[in-house]
Each structure stands twice: as C-alpha cells, then as structure tokens.
C-alpha cells in the first residue's frame, strides 16, 4: 500500500500537478501591439504556413499536465509568413536527421527539410523563439550561408555565451551580435513584434504579427507547446523539468496568463502553439495555409 501510495503521488505530481503557484502577471497590452505593428512602414505579411520536419509521440500529460495520458504527436515545425511582393519571414527552425535521432524524434521528413531550407536561404527575416535546440539549432547549421547570416535576428539570451544557448553546435565563423532586446517588446518588421519572455529561458521571446488583412497571430514558442497550455493556463509537467532544461515555472505561468489577457483583449488573436501538430490540421483552428509534405504520417 505504502509503495502504491508513493507511486500515486510521484505521478501526480511528476505529470498532474498544475498549480499556478505564485506569480506576477506579465503586462501586455493588445493596443500597444498593433501600434508597434504598424510603426514600420511597408507590406505586412498576409498567409502563413507550417512544414513538419519530424515528430514523435509523447503523453498528452508530459506537455500538458491534466490533459489525459493518451499519446499526442509533437511535431518540430518552423513557420512561413508570406509577404506580398517581398521574400517570406521565418520563424523557428527545422532540424537535421542527426539531430532527430539525438532527440528522439520517431519519423523525419526530408521534404519538409528540404522546404525549410529553401525559405531559410530565401527570407527576408528570421527569428526564433528560444534557443533549444528544436528551434534554433536547424537555423545555427545554416549560418555559414551568407544569405541566411544576413537575416538571422537573435537576442542575447540565443547567443554562445548564454547558458542554454551554450550547449548548440555553433559556426566557427564569427556570429552576429544581438539584435533583438530582452526588455521591452519591439517592432522587427512592418507588422511584426518581438514580446521578449527571458524568463522562461534566457532567449525565450513570443512574436506578435497583425497580418495586413487584420488577421492577429502570437507564435507563443514554449510557453505553449500545445494549444491546451495556453488554453487551459498548463505549463509543462514537473517531469519535463527534472529531466529537460528547468523553465522556471512561475515565469511560465505569468506568460500564460498575459495570454489569457491578450486573447480577452482580442478574442480573434490565433495563439500559434510551438509543436501542436494536431492543432494546426483542426479545421476549426487552422491557419489559412499548411504546407505538410506529402509523407507524413497520420
């Protein structure tokens, strides 16, 4: 009974447990998004698309604490913004094969590659939304290409000398400085804004983007890897923590609930989750355009 006991509650609180604990609710304001999106002149981007690189199956609960034990598909996904008459914006990375049998990853889609690097060399920006290696390491094996270097816009939590951001494989060539603030959030590109969230990891940030139709998209990176953390306010479980990199959870909860706000501020806001795959092929919640290759698997 003592070890059932033990068990009961090492699971409930490895994979259940979600407490928000205490926090101070993070500041964002929907007006002051759309005035920063709209303080650079010039064509905002209108349609997105996703590529699928790789994916494995992992329980509902190890993302999202309390969602059920049944296995959902993570998916390693960069992001494609279209910008009429310019180059496409893109945001998060794909991965090699090498790198997806380091992470576990259970299928690889080299035509979802394939498509990634073609708009890696082609962009007229790129941005991530943390330094883990599922989002920034794909762009960082890409940077000997002058091309890509030139539109790579990080901040200083994304660079070597930051301590998750140590751990990737760098170029040898020299890199370039950081661009991108970890204070306030900022206009990058003609409706495009960069919500700084150090606090999750060093280089965590979210992107905001009002797309010249109206439309109002949040690339929440980590923060909500699933459309169920930032639906239900869950961040990840406390096994992820013990075994992952730590995020530090409060943090975590006060982005959540700035979410919350934004989305009571603006119920149309899409919140984009970082590796939700099953998300984005909902009819209902789907963005305009997804651009799977033709093998991935069910």
């Given at each position: 009974?003592?070890?059932l006991?033990?068990?009961l509650?090492a699971?409930?609180?490895?994979l259940?447990e979600?407490?928000p604990?205490?926090?101070?609710?993070?500041?964002?304001?929907?007006?002051?998004?759309?005035?920063?999106?709209?303080?650079?002149?010039g064509q905002?981007?209108q349609?997105?698309?996703?590529?699928?690189?790789?994916?494995?199956?992992?329980?509902?609960?190890?993302?999202?604490?309390g969602?059920?034990m049944q296995r959902?598909?993570?998916?390693?996904?960069?992001?494609?913004?279209?910008?009429?008459?310019?180059?496409p914006?893109?945001?998060?990375?794909?991965?090699?094969?090498?790198?997806?049998?380091q992470?576990?990853?259970?299928?690889y889609?080299?035509?979802?590659?394939?498509?990634?690097?073609?708009t890696?060399q082609?962009?007229s920006?790129?941005?991530a939304?943390?330094?883990?290696?599922?989002?920034?390491?794909?762009?960082?094996?890409?940077a000997?290409?002058?091309?890509?270097?030139?539109?790579?816009r990080?901040n200083?939590?994304?660079?070597?000398?930051?301590?998750?951001?140590?751990?990737?494989?760098w170029?040898?060539?020299?890199?370039?400085?950081?661009?991108?603030?970890?204070?306030?959030?900022?206009?990058?590109?003609?409706?495009?804004v960069?919500?700084?969230?150090?606090?999750?990891t060093p280089?965590?940030?979210?992107?905001?983007?009002r797309?010249?139709?109206?439309?109002e998209?949040?690339?929440?990176?980590?923060?909500?890897?699933?459309?169920?953390?930032?639906?239900?306010?869950?961040?990840?479980?406390?096994?992820?923590?013990?075994?992952?990199?730590?995020?530090n959870?409060?943090?975590v909860?006060?982005?959540?609930a700035?979410i919350?706000?934004?989305?009571?501020?603006?119920?149309?806001?899409?919140?984009?989750?970082a590796h939700?795959?099953?998300?984005?092929?909902d009819?209902?919640a789907?963005?305009n355009?997804?651009?799977?290759?033709?093998?991935?698997?069910?």
């Amino acid at each position: 009974m003592l070890f059932l006991l033990t068990g009961l509650v090492a699971f409930w609180y490895l994979l259940r447990e979600n407490s928000p604990g205490q926090f101070e609710p993070k500041q964002l304001d929907i007006a002051e998004l759309r005035s920063l999106a709209g303080s650079i002149p010039g064509q905002a981007p209108q349609g997105l698309s996703a590529g699928l690189i790789a994916i494995h199956k992992v329980p509902s609960d190890l993302i999202s604490p309390g969602s059920g034990m049944q296995r959902r598909i993570y998916g390693i996904m960069p992001f494609r913004l279209e910008v009429p008459g310019k180059p496409p914006i893109l945001i998060d990375g794909g991965i090699s094969r090498r790198l997806a049998r380091q992470l576990g990853m259970s299928w690889y889609g080299d035509a979802g590659q394939k498509k990634f690097v073609q708009t890696a060399q082609r962009a007229s920006l790129i941005l991530a939304t943390n330094e883990r290696p599922e989002h920034l390491q794909g762009l960082l094996e890409l940077a000997g290409e002058q091309s890509v270097i030139k539109q790579l816009r990080l901040n200083p939590g994304q660079l070597p000398s930051a301590r998750l951001a140590a751990k990737l494989h760098w170029p040898t060539q020299p890199f370039v400085p950081a661009e991108l603030s970890t204070g306030k959030p900022q206009a990058v590109a003609p409706g495009v804004v960069v919500i700084p969230a150090p606090g999750v990891t060093p280089g965590s940030q979210m992107i905001y983007v009002r797309e010249a139709g109206g439309r109002e998209l949040l690339f929440a990176g980590d923060i909500a890897q699933f459309a169920d953390n930032a639906i239900h306010q869950r961040a990840r479980s406390h096994l992820l923590d013990l075994y992952g990199d730590a995020e530090n959870r409060a943090e975590v909860q006060a982005w959540l609930a700035a979410i919350g706000r934004l989305t009571a501020q603006a119920p149309n806001l899409v919140v984009v989750p970082a590796h939700d795959k099953l998300w984005l092929l909902d009819s209902g919640a789907r963005p305009n355009l997804i651009d799977w290759p033709d093998d991935v698997p069910e």
